[in-house]
């Protein structure tokens, strides 16, 4: 079974439904071949047509037919609705291309970060820093720490905004615009959870390879440890 997702154009006017999809196909072809060319390519009697024709007419309160084709006033109803469908349609393809939002956090421990093994793709297999997706209604400051609590078995506390990394193809899957807080720890207990394989503090001078451009955000990271805001 295959889905789609279908919307059609709606003319309205003072909050009423005056002309939908099928109206604007009739329309459209008494528009390139007049009444003639409408019921032949429909099927359908002359009459059938006209009765069509004097339904939108009354609905619109104005003449969209013109000696067997449209009139001036029905031309322009096309042509709104012919804008409205590109509008629409654009729409649509741009639907999904909104920028994800993302947060990661750099914990530090006596030289040390803190790492997590990615469990999936993309880059499965390689470390990364903790972090995921901003959900509704939620502060980055509290998806950071509930991230990192989540993956690490860590609490937290965000000490301040590293910096913002929003450069298209950070990510193969898209763009994604992330956040990158330094945190210290609060408590808790050092173990993998949620997508991660596993997670340690890594030497600095020793760190293993690594996801996305996490190398250049841990440099970042540690250059504002060193600079405090």
């Not at 007419?57 to 029905?74: A, D, H, I, M």
Request: net charge negative; proline share 4%; hydrophobic share 40%.
């Amino acid at each position: 079974m295959t889905f789609a997702l279908r919307a059609d154009p709606v003319l309205t006017k003072d909050g009423q439904d005056l002309l939908d999809s099928d109206d604007l196909h009739l329309l459209l072809l008494l528009r390139d071949g007049g009444t003639d060319g409408a019921s032949a390519t429909l099927g359908i009697a002359e009459e059938t047509v006209l009765r069509e024709v004097l339904r939108i007419e009354r609905t619109v309160g104005g003449k969209v037919l013109q000696g067997g084709t449209l009139s001036p006033y029905g031309t322009e109803l096309v042509e709104r609705m012919e804008l409205y469908v590109r509008l629409l349609e654009a729409q649509l393809e741009n639907l999904w291309k909104n920028p994800s939002l993302t947060c990661d956090g750099l914990v530090l421990r006596k030289g040390k970060v803190l790492l997590v093994k990615r469990g999936r793709e993309p880059f499965r297999g390689c470390h990364a820093l903790p972090g995921g997706f901003v959900e509704y209604g939620e502060s980055a400051e509290d998806c950071v720490v509930r991230e990192i609590r989540e993956e690490t078995g860590l609490d937290t506390e965000v000490l301040q905004l590293v910096g913002v990394y929003s450069e298209m193809g950070r990510d193969p899957r898209g763009h994604f615009v992330t956040l990158l807080y330094l945190l210290r720890e609060k408590g808790g207990a050092l173990k993998p959870g949620d997508d991660a394989d596993s997670a340690e503090f890594f030497a600095l001078s020793d760190l293993p390879d690594l996801a996305f451009d996490h190398g250049k955000m841990i440099a970042d990271g540690i250059r504002a440890a060193e600079h405090p805001l």
